[in-house]
């Protein structure tokens, strides 16, 4: 008679840390490129760099679909209601990083034209420096992102 | 000549610059570092325009605006860049403009290429281009207040602001 | 003049048009900014434009069913940026096109303003972000028209050497992304791939991936690095394989073929009329390229040529952007293997700054060094125009001066805000999925367009 051999297969975990392991591990970018750095954010999705291996890799064109926003580039005074609509548009629950130095203050652009400082219109979670950072730093960026999310910190 | 970007070969003396001159009496020609420029009241840039056209200029490259604010008695100067592939040269039509009465006719039936740039000219310094089919903002937002390249205009500079972060023990 | 027209509301259509009430235009949810009303006072009808008859008239011809007015952008994956263009369709034909800019202006003229000579160069390296050491070139060689200075031969060279690798790498995104946008996603990872390595030359020698400020008023800011020769020639050697893997990808895809032969056609007059520049103007058989026709820099001693099209069509744009990537490669070479020694900015110290060791000797030359670093170099009144073939097409600067540290103005002929004025005609009666293929093939560069 044939008996059940393999060992138990099962885990046990909260349902809080499961919710936030999957809501790190397939967080979806949404392109929101503006400038010279969103050229950078290009070169961090594609071969050399490969974001894929974080599981980012898909970035959505429609912001319905995705839950994290990618500032990168300078935010103008035109720009800025477009850029608060498509954050309205994402569904919950969604993060946003900024890029560079132009989305996080201004950078070296302290005109009339651009809204210094994305945090004006959007909560802002990881800010990102560099003129424009490499894709390392984004990188970073978002590895930093995963793991306030993975502790809680900015899980939603 | 070669090693500045300036144009190369002249072609001819300056036939061509006569030749303008002629057809439009009230422009004046002239040189400025190592370029050749035409002076021209506005109400005479279209007819100028044309003549430049006609004589092989096929290329509007540019129209901008310098603002002479203090340190000229009139105030703007528009700037045509005329662009000739054939003879190979270039051509700077320059256009003073004063304050008060910011209007100068429009290049578009002459370069359709004119349009964008007179658009961006108008936005940035109030320059109206009578004759331009869509004159509105093109950069700024539609319901801007004044045009920021004006030398009144402010920089628009924001200071940066520290925020305080208290210590805890 | 027309009467004014006010901008019409926005709501959903096929509902009722909403009564604004003060609450929906504060809390900022999905579109209801949009539907703020705007009043059109005395003051902001001149100032918003508004007192232009608008251009959309209803065309009668058309079956009110089919015609429709797509919005695309500003925020939208293919439109290279934050372009917006506003899509006149009658069923699948795009019959009007109107590109609405501006979503990227960054106030850098006025900011050129503030800054001196000296440091305008950190402010124009991030208007063409694709290109920045062209920026950077055309903008000195207008300072220095203005100065009179000699630039010394290897500093020619290097110039030379680091822009033409500029439109290597630039050519390539725009081959990467046209494709991406057609469908053919492997040339996306193919392009970024190969211009990963020129960008890692870039930053060996200015410090910097993108926004190098490496070419100044003057000279250089640095000299190339120790073993640039290998790095040179390792990127002459990978560069055409790997054009070779695109040709076998793209040259003869029946595919990529369809999509992009006989579409978006412009002719050599439209261009011209229109102020179209660069590839676009190459492609529809024009030779015009300001390397040859007004050299810079000492371009006009080296071997290239001219490639052209016929048609005027993408796949034109296309194989005349891959033929100057292999033309760059070649002017890249003959500089590499005839590299003049000697000193990499002008000697003239009006402009730049005493050597090292004389700093340390000298107090005049601590005082010359820290007020060329602080107070800039005063340029001679006047005012010029220097152009070059930026990989987008004539890219130009004109800058006054008032004689002090300062321009008084400082002005960029961007190619491709003159090259988006060719949207329209090319687009005009195509298919509506001819649309991307269109704005991919003119490569603008949305910095570049709204500076
Ligand atoms: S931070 Fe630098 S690289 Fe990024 S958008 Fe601003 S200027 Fe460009």
Redesign the pocket.
Known sequence: MARLTAPPQFLTTTLGKAMRWSQQQSMWPATFG????AI?MMATGTAHNDLARFGMEVFRASPRQADLMVV???VSQKMAPVLRQVYDQMADPKWVIS?????STG???NNYALVQGVDQIVPVDVYVP????GPQSLMHGILTLQDKVMSGELAR | MSGDGSPGPVDGSDEMLAGLTDAVPSAEADRSVGDDVIRVPAPDLARLAQAARAAGFEMCADITVVDYLRVRRVRFEVVVNLLSLQHNRRLRILVPVTEDDPEVPSLVPVYPGANFLEREAYDMFGIRFTGHPDLTRILMPDDWMGHPLRRDFDVGAVPVQFKASPRVS | MAEPTSTTDIWVSGTEAPEVSEWMVAGTDEGAQEMERHETTERSVEQRGSRVVDDWVVDDTIDDDERMIVNMGPQHPSTHGVLRLNIELEGEIVRRVKPIIGYLHTGMEKTAETLTFLQGGTNVT?MD?LAPLHNELCYSLAVERLLGVEIPPRAQAIRILMTELNRVSSHLVATATNGMDIGALSMMMYGFRERELILEFFEKTTGLR??HNYIRPGGLAADLPDGWEEDVAEILVRIPRAIQDYEDLLKENPIWMGRTQGIGIITADECLAYGVTGPTLRAAGVPWDLRKAQPYSGIEAYDFEVVTGSRGDVYDRYRVRIGEIHQSLRIVEQVADAMPRGDYKTGDRKVSPPPRQRIDESMEALIHHFKIYTEGFKVPAGETYAAIEAPRGELGCYLVSDGSGAPLRMHTRAPSFSNLQALPIMMADSLVADTVACIASLDPVM?DVDR
């Open positions: 503006l400038a010279c750095c950078e990168a580039g300078r890029m560079g130095a132009c989305a950078g070296m652009f560099g003129c424009p950072p | 991030r972000y993108m926004n910095g």
